[in-house]
């Protein structure tokens, strides 16, 4: 019997942070979906039904803060971890992140490896672990 591979989605507009996570993702057995911009992101969420999703805030056509909110009736149907990734420290972004189920923030620059281990983390977890993810 076949094990489904864990899917994850990486929303990013800086093509080499796509490529470096999308490596290490890949290297660690998930599939890896990206997306340039948030509403391809948000379109990807709704047709690939990600287990995680990676975002950037700063984002052209739909920012990062954005793409999280109106991807909670998605998490209704299908829960997955959101993993936000900016170089924006400020504190309202991580008020935000921190408010919303199963969301954790990472600030640039960040490790991939750290990435995995929190990832990780995710999968080996119960699925009723609460109402917030946190490494």
Partial sequence: MQVERKKVLIADDEPYVIRVVKLKLTNAG????????????????????PDVVISDVNM???GGKELCLRAIPLKKEKEFLTIVITSSIQEEDRDWAQSLEKTIFIEKPFSPKE?????GQYFSLDNDYGKNFSH
Avoid: F, H, Q, W
């Fill in 60 to 62: 052209p056509k739909l």
């Fill in 30 to 49: 998930y599939d890896v979906i990206t997306a340039s911009n948030g509403l391809e992101a948000l379109e990807k969420i709704r047709t690939n039904r």
């Fill in 115 to 119: 990435l995995l281990k929190i990832i």
